[in-house]
């Protein structure tokens, strides 16, 4: 128990570090001292203005995304009791895609700004009814999975048959950038319109750490320990929907996360799934914090896109993580 | 005292009827085996009974909230899942999860007492994903001892353990008995059931067919008409004793 406050503990120092250098690292090339100065008094200068209106809404979103993602990996893994499940599965990140991708085509997002990150929220919305319709209230994860695969594999297709029909190349365009999923040039308006969607899934998913504990021991056992699989599937579903949906409307698609940051600490919390969620969270957050921190310092004038970023370092770790697993397995 | 009461339990499987009209009370005290062929419906009993089951009739268990129910009756599945590699301590800690919140000092001591029963002080902190079968079989029922129900409905317990361990965890349900705990165990080895249980349920093709003393049930009539077999069967001063010999017929 002391062992996991720790962790905890270390993981938001690690998270609050990695946001004080999100504010500090930037194309503008400020002094440390004097940007925070800005950013705290406020002189009304260009430098508040950088401060406040560029890097402290993209560093908060940040950790808004990344702890979303890790959240509900972590719990859509202690729900399947499968260390390859991801939030994506159940195919919102996929429908707020085909969302924006419409708001790009149509010329809406270029009408006006939060056109784009409503029309991918109307996305997750209408993929998470659907879900919720198909697999909610009766048959198990079996039947979750299915109904997952085959709304992501909907909206999938859909986004290509855009792409396809698309007349404009620009659009087009636009939208093979979005959909590589990045935090720049995003502002509070972002930060406000994803916030409480994100407290609001944070705070379903949170309290089901116990049910997910007992799920350790199979269906059947979890449901005669007086956890109740229904409500527990609904909670998930719609928690894992208003995270997922409200990330991927305001940054586009960032992979792995939601699939490596569960498993690279599912060892220190003891491998205990309730542990995992709140671990999970502040682990998701440092890596995207991070993960958005190296795209500024690798490339700086080429706008290396932070998904592509995760999937670069994601896909190896994983490996590796494949590779460990091998070797326990012998 | 009756921990549980079934009335005119019937379970369908879409059209046909996998449990039929099974009536049944058991007290505490009590080590109940159900014993019956494969298919002959004593896991749908037993999942019926605890509400997993949609069912007609009447279960006093499955009439209650999920939480009051957790504490009235352990369920241990016959299938042996762990799902993370996790320390037997902490898996068996699962048990307490309809005990509230906060793990205090009692059910630490009733972690402990589920623990020393199994034998398992020297698995405490191995991982259980990483024992072997039998090993995993005795750590899920301490889990299910650390739930501290008055009653424990286990499926096929003893399966695939070695003989000293079958013999070890019936002295267990035998233990716990002494102590007013009632159980239900679904056990294929007539021998050890006819020498260890106090009542025996015989089912048939999803019809309890006899509920009474061991050797009462296992008549060697009802032997060749439910397993088809004979069996040698004598009540010795060290209780019941029952081999099973040959076949009466092929199975079916």
């Given at each position: 128990?002391?062992?996991?406050?720790?962790?905890l503990?270390?993981?938001?120092?690690?998270?609050a570090?990695?946001f004080?250098?999100?504010?500090l690292?930037?194309p503008?090339?400020l002094?440390?001292g004097?940007?925070?100065?800005?950013?705290?008094?406020g002189?009304?200068?260009?430098?508040t203005?950088v401060?406040r209106e560029?890097?402290?809404?993209?560093?908060?979103?940040a950790v808004?995304v990344?702890?979303?993602?890790?959240?509900?990996?972590?719990a859509?893994?202690g729900?399947?009791?499968?260390?390859?499940?991801?939030?994506?599965?159940?195919?919102?990140?996929g429908?707020?895609?085909?969302?924006?991708?419409?708001?790009?085509q149509?010329?809406?997002?270029?009408?006006?700004?939060l056109?784009l990150?409503?029309a991918a929220?109307?996305?997750?919305?209408?993929a998470?009814?659907?879900?919720?319709?198909?697999?909610?209230s009766?048959?198990?994860?079996?039947?979750?999975i299915l109904?997952?695969?085959?709304i992501?594999?909907?909206?999938?297709?859909?986004?290509?048959?855009?792409?396809?029909?698309?007349?404009?190349?620009?659009?087009?365009?636009d939208?093979?950038?979005?959909?590589?999923?990045s935090l720049?040039?995003r502002s509070?308006?972002?930060?406000?319109?994803?916030?409480?969607?994100?407290l609001?899934?944070a705070a379903?998913?949170?309290?089901?750490?116990r049910?997910?504990?007992?799920?350790?021991l199979?269906?059947?056992?979890?449901?005669?320990?007086?956890?109740?699989?229904?409500?527990?599937?609904?909670r998930l579903?719609?928690?894992?929907?208003?995270l997922v949906?409200?990330?991927?409307a305001?940054?586009?698609?960032?992979?792995?996360?939601?699939?490596?940051v569960?498993?690279i600490?599912?060892?220190?919390?003891?491998?205990?799934p309730?542990?995992?969620?709140?671990?999970s969270a502040?682990?998701?957050?440092a890596m995207?914090?991070?993960?958005?921190?190296a795209?500024?310092?690798?490339?700086?004038?080429?706008d290396?896109?932070?998904?592509?970023?995760t999937?670069?370092v994601g896909?190896?770790?994983?490996?590796?993580?494949?590779?460990?697993?091998?070797r326990?397995g012998? | 005292?009756?921990?549980?009461t079934?009335?005119?339990l019937?379970?369908r499987?879409?059209?046909c009827?996998?449990?039929?009209g099974?009536?049944?009370?058991?007290?505490?005290?009590e080590?109940?085996g159900?014993?019956?062929?494969?298919?002959?419906g004593k896991t749908?009993?037993?999942?019926?009974?605890?509400?997993?089951l949609?069912h007609?009739?009447?279960?006093?268990l499955a009439?209650?909230p999920?939480?009051?129910?957790?504490?009235q009756?352990a369920?241990l599945?016959?299938?042996?899942?762990?799902?993370?590699?996790?320390?037997?301590?902490?898996?068996?800690a699962?048990?307490?999860?309809?005990?509230?919140?906060?793990?205090g000092?009692?059910?630490?001591?009733i972690?402990?007492a589920?623990i020393?029963?199994m034998d398992?002080?020297?698995?405490?902190?191995?991982?259980?994903?990483?024992l072997s079968?039998?090993?995993?079989?005795r750590?899920l029922?301490?889990?299910?001892?650390?739930?501290?129900t008055?009653l424990?409905i286990?499926d096929?317990?003893?399966?695939?353990?070695?003989?000293?361990?079958?013999i070890?965890?019936?002295e267990?349900?035998?233990?716990?008995?002494?102590?007013g705990?009632g159980t239900?165990?679904?056990?294929?080895d007539?021998?050890l059931?006819?020498?260890?249980?106090?009542?025996?349920?015989?089912?048939?093709?999803?019809?309890?067919?006899?509920?009474g003393?061991?050797?009462?049930?296992l008549?060697?009539?009802?032997?060749?008409?439910?397993f088809g077999?004979?069996?040698?069967?004598?009540?010795?001063?060290?209780?019941?004793v029952?081999?099973?010999?040959?076949?009466?017929?092929?199975?079916?």
């Amino acid at each position: 128990m002391i062992r996991f406050g720790w962790l905890l503990a270390e993981l938001a120092a690690l998270v609050a570090v990695l946001f004080a250098a999100s504010l500090l690292i930037g194309p503008a090339g400020l002094p440390a001292g004097e940007s925070l100065r800005a950013l705290i008094a406020g002189d009304g200068g260009v430098m508040t203005l950088v401060m406040r209106e560029i890097r402290l809404p993209r560093a908060i979103l940040a950790v808004l995304v990344g702890g979303s993602l890790g959240l509900a990996g972590a719990a859509m893994q202690g729900y399947l009791r499968n260390p390859l499940a991801e939030p994506g599965l159940l195919g919102v990140s996929g429908s707020a895609a085909l969302g924006a991708v419409l708001a790009i085509q149509t010329g809406l997002s270029a009408a006006f700004v939060l056109a784009l990150p409503v029309a991918a929220l109307v996305g997750a919305g209408l993929a998470a009814v659907l879900l919720l319709a198909l697999a909610g209230s009766r048959g198990g994860s079996l039947t979750l999975i299915l109904a997952g695969i085959a709304i992501s594999a909907l909206a999938g297709a859909l986004t290509s048959l855009v792409l396809n029909l698309s007349p404009n190349p620009f659009a087009a365009s636009d939208i093979m950038f979005w959909m590589m999923g990045s935090l720049a040039d995003r502002s509070f308006l972002h930060v406000w319109l994803c916030l409480p969607f994100v407290l609001a899934g944070a705070a379903l998913l949170m309290p089901l750490s116990r049910g997910l504990d007992a799920l350790t021991l199979g269906e059947d056992a979890a449901e005669s320990l007086g956890i109740s699989l229904v409500r527990l599937r609904l909670r998930l579903v719609a928690g894992v929907a208003l995270l997922v949906g409200a990330t991927t409307a305001v940054t586009g698609a960032v992979g792995f996360v939601g699939l490596v940051v569960p498993h690279i600490l599912r060892r220190a919390v003891g491998a205990m799934p309730g542990r995992l969620l709140p671990a999970s969270a502040l682990g998701g957050a440092a890596m995207v914090l991070a993960a958005d921190i190296a795209v500024r310092l690798i490339l700086p004038d080429r706008d290396l896109k932070l998904g592509v970023l995760t999937a670069i370092v994601g896909a190896p770790l994983f490996l590796h993580l494949v590779f460990r697993t091998r070797r326990e397995g012998a | 005292m009756t921990l549980l009461t079934l009335e005119d339990l019937t379970v369908r499987r879409g059209p046909c009827p996998v449990v039929e009209g099974a009536s049944l009370s058991v007290a505490g005290g009590e080590v109940v085996g159900l014993v019956g062929p494969n298919g002959a419906g004593k896991t749908s009993l037993m999942r019926a009974t605890l509400g997993l089951l949609p069912h007609d009739g009447r279960s006093s268990l499955a009439e209650l909230p999920p939480r009051a129910r957790a504490r009235q009756v352990a369920w241990l599945p016959q299938a042996r899942e762990i799902a993370w590699p996790v320390t037997v301590e902490r898996l068996i800690a699962l048990g307490r999860v309809p005990h509230g919140r906060r793990a205090g000092p009692a059910d630490a001591q009733i972690i402990d007492a589920a623990i020393a029963r199994m034998d398992l002080d020297a698995y405490r902190y191995r991982t259980a994903t990483h024992l072997s079968g039998g090993e995993q079989a005795r750590v899920l029922l301490a889990r299910a001892l650390a739930q501290g129900t008055p009653l424990l409905i286990a499926d096929e317990p003893i399966a695939g353990l070695d003989p000293a361990h079958q013999i070890a965890t019936m002295e267990v349900f035998a233990g716990l008995a002494t102590e007013g705990v009632g159980t239900v165990v679904s056990i294929h080895d007539l021998g050890l059931a006819a020498r260890f249980c106090t009542r025996l349920v015989l089912m048939d093709r999803g019809r309890i067919v006899a509920d009474g003393r061991p050797l009462e049930v296992l008549t060697p009539e009802r032997l060749a008409d439910v397993f088809g077999i004979t069996a040698w069967a004598a009540d010795t001063p060290e209780g019941p004793v029952l081999q099973p010999m040959t076949l009466s017929r092929r199975p079916r």
